[in-house]
């Protein structure tokens, strides 16, 4: 079984940064893709942006320029500095990830989602 575990949310004025974590833990072999996404009230999921293992990224455009994926793979963490925050990206934050990890005597490859932060840009 694996757990990913995010922190890092809260309240922040436009304008203002703040860094999200998330953490990976279990019986994990390797992670492929790291993601973080994020869902507004009365709205769908949506990709935020994502990083593979080798280190390539990819952003929605929305925050392009003004938020940066990284991940330290010894830690199996993945992090999303966002800057410039604005109104409009007040969401519930989850990361994702896709990984081969052991269940029992089983290996498997598959994704798994974190609880969510929350993430608040108000004056």
């Known amino acids: 079984q694996v757990q990913l575990v995010e922190s890092g949310g809260g309240l922040v004025q436009p304008g203002g940064s703040l860094r999200l974590s998330c953490a990976a833990s279990g019986s994990i072999l390797s992670i492929y893709h790291m993601g973080w996404y994020r869902q507004a009230p009365g709205k769908q999921r949506e990709l935020v942006a994502s990083i593979i293992s080798g280190g390539s990224t990819n952003y929605s455009d929305s925050v392009k320029g003004r938020f940066t994926i990284s991940r330290d793979n010894a830690k199996n963490t993945v992090y999303l500095q966002m800057n410039s925050l604005k109104p409009e990206d007040t969401a519930v934050y989850y990361c994702?990830?896709?990984?081969?990890?052991?269940?029992?005597?089983?290996?498997?490859?598959?994704?798994?989602w974190g609880q969510g932060t929350q993430v608040t840009v108000s004056s």
């Open positions: 994702n990830a896709d990984m081969k990890y052991y269940h029992g005597t089983y290996t498997v490859v598959g994704g798994s």
